[in-house]
């Protein structure tokens, strides 16, 4: 039950330099914002806030980014309406990309997403064209001291977990989407906190690049989606050679 996940390390590495923007909790807003809407304000009835709400503790989002968002799908206090958005294409190297969005205008998004696969070398895709090569899993990050591979097994283990990579002082705890809350629940009952935790699109079999021009393309095109304010997430199946992993500046 170990492994080593090329992909989830970059994800994570991108992740931490788009917490340090703030970008992290205007995303998790969103969700919170539509899942409300979708579903209610109490968690307790609603799994997508309830999967919302641990990724904002994840974050350390403030309580009062998360009480105002849920004012706002709650229709509280004003908000916009989102739209539930996925884009699908082929970057640099022929590497799968799933793009997935809350936008308040479909059409600038559309445009948004186009152009930077356009001006990065990728190709844009149509519904279905790269998804099928990804599995939705529940994906759980922990570093530090209890990022220990023995130590996490005998946490999840009972609670669904079917996977622990560990890597570079990061473990990542993958299982089913519907056990997710289960995993929640077994890591905090065991004081592991979680710097990440949600629900991801894992990709089932990674392409390998393995010359840094196609790898800072790449990465450029999977950078430029992800600043796009109406862009949630951007999944990949890229797998970028460790000597040149060193060389790209995230």
């Not at 970008?23 to 919170?32: N, Q, R, T």
């Not at 699908?88 to 600038?108: F, H, K, M, Q």
């Not at 289960?182 to 004081?191: C, G, V």
């Given at each position: 039950m170990s492994g080593h996940s090329k992909w989830a390390n970059i994800k994570h590495k991108k992740d931490n330099a788009?917490?340090?923007?703030?970008?992290?909790?205007?995303?998790?807003?969103?969700?919170?914002?539509i899942a409300v809407k979708a579903g209610g304000k109490s968690p307790?009835?609603?799994?997508?806030?309830?999967?919302?709400?641990?990724?904002?503790?994840?974050?350390?989002?403030?309580?009062?980014?998360?009480?105002?968002?849920?004012?706002?799908?709650?229709?509280?206090?004003?908000s916009e309406n989102y739209e539930e958005i996925v884009y699908?294409?082929?970057?640099?190297?022929?590497?799968?990309?799933?793009?997935?969005?809350?936008?308040?205008?479909?059409?600038?998004t559309a445009g948004d997403v186009r152009t930077i696969f356009d001006k990065t070398g990728g190709n844009m895709g149509g519904l279905g064209a790269v998804s099928w090569m990804f599995k939705r899993k529940a994906r759980f990050v922990i570093s530090g001291e209890n990022a220990d591979e023995a130590k996490l097994m005998d946490i999840v283990l009972d609670a669904g977990a079917d996977d622990i990579s560990v890597e570079d002082g990061i473990a990542e705890v993958w299982g089913p989407p519907e056990?997710?809350?289960?995993?929640?629940?077994?890591?905090?009952?065991?004081?592991?906190?979680?710097?990440?935790?949600?629900?991801?699109?894992?990709?089932?079999?990674?392409?390998?690049?393995?010359?840094?021009?196609?790898?800072?393309?790449?990465?450029?095109?999977?950078?430029?989606?992800?600043?796009?304010?109406?862009?949630?997430?951007?999944?990949?199946?890229?797998?970028?050679?460790?000597?040149?992993?060193?060389?790209?500046?995230?």
């Open positions: 788009d917490r340090k923007r703030g970008k992290v909790f205007s995303k998790i807003g969103k969700e919170i914002v307790d009835a609603n799994p997508r806030l309830r999967l919302a709400l641990t990724a904002a503790k994840a974050a350390n989002m403030p309580n009062d980014n998360i009480n105002r968002a849920i004012k706002k799908g709650a229709g509280e206090i004003a699908e294409g082929y970057g640099p190297g022929g590497i799968a990309i799933i793009v997935e969005c809350l936008s308040d205008n479909r059409n600038r056990n997710f809350h289960a995993i929640a629940k077994a890591l905090e009952a065991a004081s592991v906190a979680t710097t990440e935790a949600g629900i991801v699109q894992k990709p089932e079999n990674t392409v390998g690049v393995r010359d840094l021009h196609t790898a800072q393309q790449a990465m450029k095109l999977i950078d430029k989606l992800e600043e796009l304010d109406d862009v949630q997430n951007v999944y990949s199946n890229i797998d970028v050679a460790s000597e040149i992993l060193e060389q790209i500046e995230l």
